[in-house]
């Protein structure tokens, strides 16, 4: 079945340093969402990719999905407080399962 | 505007109980998931409804689960009997949409303890 791996599972930055995560699936993808999930919280829709070699930004976030739709990544530049949580992808291809992946945990040392 | 509303928030209960989640997607929302939250495990989609029909179970785990959705603002996740490893965080989420290509809302969740 559809796989979605995501790395680093954990990463700890200094507060004004970038951050990225990538997200890698065994299949084709016809879109891919990206979720964050505050410590104690539930996941919050970010920004959904459904072109090849698309690339999005919302302020300090840049997303960005491959050009074979297959993997696709999550950079933020100069990271705040505010972005600690957990970065999860979810991928969907047409008669295949909606998967999310394991995460990345994000802490924000100030 | 109130968003995904799920109860009761926290489950604790003995292993062989049925416990019951409540979900009230957002209003003039078509599609709602269940999803199981657990640390080995992550984040699955157990079930999905549009228009309050069940379109895809294949996530759901056992013939124990069972999920209803009578009408467009309510929907129950079941499971008869419980056993401790089911106890996990459920989040029930809803879209705009059909299908999988919508930004999806998702509640509180339920924390459920089987013991």
């Known amino acids: 079945g559809q796989q979605v791996m995501q790395i680093p599972q954990y990463q700890h930055v200094q507060e004004g340093e970038d951050f990225t995560t990538y997200c890698n699936s065994s299949?084709?993808?016809?879109?891919i969402q990206w979720y964050k999930q505050r410590p104690g919280g539930h996941p919050v829709f970010l920004i959904q990719?459904?072109?090849?070699?698309e690339v999005k930004k919302q302020k300090r976030l840049t997303f960005q999905f491959g050009e074979a739709k297959k993997n696709s990544s999550l950079h933020i530049t100069a990271t705040q407080t505010t972005d600690v949580g957990t970065y999860f992808c979810?991928?969907?291809?047409?008669?295949?399962?909606?998967?999310f992946g394991p995460g990345t945990r994000l802490s924000v040392l100030p | 505007d109130a968003g995904v509303i799920q109860s009761p928030r926290h489950e604790v209960t003995e292993m062989g109980q049925e416990v019951t989640l409540r979900c009230k997607p957002i209003?003039?929302?078509?599609?709602l998931f269940w999803y199981r939250q657990t640390m080995m495990r992550g984040l699955e989609l157990l079930i999905y409804?549009?228009?309050?029909?069940?379109?895809?179970d294949s996530g759901m785990p056992e013939d124990r689960f069972s999920a209803k959705m009578p009408n467009a603002s309510f929907s129950t996740l079941k499971i008869q009997p419980s056993e401790p490893r089911d106890s996990a965080v459920y989040f029930c989420?809803?879209?705009?949409?059909?299908?999988?290509?919508?930004?999806?809302?998702f509640g509180p969740g339920t924390r459920l303890t089987v013991t």
């Open positions: 979810a991928g969907y291809n047409y008669g295949q399962n909606f998967v």
């Open positions: 990719l459904v072109k090849s070699g």
């Open positions: 209003s003039g929302h078509n599609s």
């Open positions: 299949t084709t993808l016809s879109n």
């Open positions: 409804f549009n228009n309050n029909v069940p379109i895809d």
């Open positions: 989420a809803s879209s705009l949409g059909a299908g999988l290509r919508s930004e999806q809302y």
